[in-house]
């Protein structure tokens, strides 16, 4: 059992919150509001250790969006470890790319609503 929203991020969690990258600002958009099939998203929701970009509690669903740094090894590495303790935990964690937001934003929100329980 992973606790969610831990205190000691209370502070990260809004400093990122107030600082979306340029391709989390625009997801944000479609997924706030319960927008996409009626399902509520958080942004920047911690799980454990973990800052998630986006959860939906009822899917428990994480989206995270990487840019560059997450193209080096060592990054690579550490996301491996970090979905699979989610993935543990029973949450389904998907990953786009920055630019798949701006190039292909459709597709993002198709793949996203293909792993909502019908």
């Known amino acids: 059992m992973m606790l969610h929203n831990v205190?000691?991020?209370?502070?990260?969690?809004?400093g990122l919150r107030n600082n979306l990258t340029p391709a989390e600002a625009e997801l944000w958009k479609h997924l706030k509001s319960t927008q996409?099939?009626?399902r509520k998203f958080r942004r920047q929701h911690s799980i454990g250790n973990y800052i998630l970009d986006f959860y939906c509690p009822s899917e428990q669903l994480?989206?995270?969006?990487?840019?560059?740094i997450h193209f080096h090894s060592a990054a690579e590495q550490d996301d491996?470890?970090?979905?699979?303790?989610?993935?543990e935990a029973g949450i389904t964690v998907l990953r786009f790319e920055n630019k798949d937001v701006?190039?292909?934003l459709e597709a993002v929100l198709q793949?996203?609503?293909s792993n909502f329980s019908k």
Not at 7 to 14: A, H
Not at 62 to 68: K, P, S
Not at 80 to 87: M, N
Request: glycine share 6%; aromatic share 10%; charged share 35%.
């Open 102 to 104: 701006f190039d292909n």
């Open 80 to 87: 491996i470890v970090r979905d699979q303790t989610l993935q």
């Open 111 to 113: 793949e996203i609503s």
């Open 62 to 68: 994480a989206i995270e969006l990487d840019g560059q």
């Open 7 to 14: 205190k000691y991020l209370k502070e990260n969690r809004r």
């Open 36 to 38: 996409l099939y009626g």
